[in-house]
């Protein structure tokens, strides 16, 4: 399991949202929608990371994945704190990053090894 300074990303990610939660109890005044939003972004952020560590395995198609979930993230904190976007101005942000991670992430497929026709 890779780790972020020596830990699991679970427990990353549960202090930033302890840390989170102190900053709003103490000196920001977020409502229950932004805490939620910023942790969605914090958790998609460390799905990226998981997943650029970890996708030879898989060939890229988990990096994909992850910053899709990242972008829409962002989306939704973005509009929590008050963007106004329609959903067709949604769905071209979500259409380019889509294109934009399909052109960086390698695609592999096997080749078909071809047998000589008798």
């Known amino acids: 399991m890779p780790t972020i300074f ?3 990303p679970a427990v990353i990610l549960g202090f930033l949202s302890a ?4 900053l709003t109890a103490f000196v920001l005044p ?3 929608d932004q805490v939620g939003a910023l942790n969605a ?3 998609a952020a460390v799905g990226v990371w998981t997943a650029a560590v970890t996708r030879a395995a898989d060939g890229g198609s988990s990096i994909q994945s992850a910053v899709l ?3 829409q993230a962002g989306i ?3 509009l ?6 329609s959903d067709e101005q949604t769905a071209s942000i979500m259409a380019f990053v ?6 960086f992430v390698r695609q592999v497929s096997s080749p078909k090894t071809l047998r000589p026709v008798r």
């Open 80 to 85: 929590v704190f008050g963007l106004s976007l």
């Open 19 to 22: 840390a989170l939660q102190l």
């Open 69 to 71: 979930g990242f972008a």
């Open 41 to 43: 972004v914090a958790a």
């Open 76 to 78: 939704t904190l973005a």
């Open 6 to 8: 020596g830990r699991e």
């Open 30 to 32: 977020l409502t229950s």
């Open 98 to 103: 889509a294109m934009g991670v399909s052109m």
